[in-house]
């Protein structure tokens, strides 16, 4: 069995490879592609249109150090998908 943070480096990786485009053509003096990160997330990691906007927006509005603690309480109370269903 992997564990949750073997888990969570694949998943990076995957998404590094996947948005890869996005973060080579982000200027920092410009706002991100979102619609491009939409896209992508769609056509490449196999996400709805709804997912792919929900999971945007979550990261804009909270970022890594909110969502990481997060995955850790779900890792620990064993929550694998939420009550959304996603």
């Known amino acids: ?11 990076i990786d995957e998404y590094r490879s996947t948005l890869n485009e996005v973060v080579q053509s982000h200027n920092r003096n410009e706002d991100l592609r979102w619609e491009l ?21 979550l990261v804009r509005e909270y970022g890594g150090f909110i969502l990481r603690n997060a995955f850790a309480i779900a890792n620990v109370l064993n929550i694998e998908d939420g009550e959304l269903g996603y």
Do not use: P
């Open 1 to 11: 069995m992997m564990s949750a943070g073997d888990e969570l480096q694949l998943t």
């Open 37 to 57: 990160v939409k896209s992508k997330l769609c056509g490449t990691s196999g996400w709805t249109t709804e997912g792919a906007e929900e999971i945007t927006r």
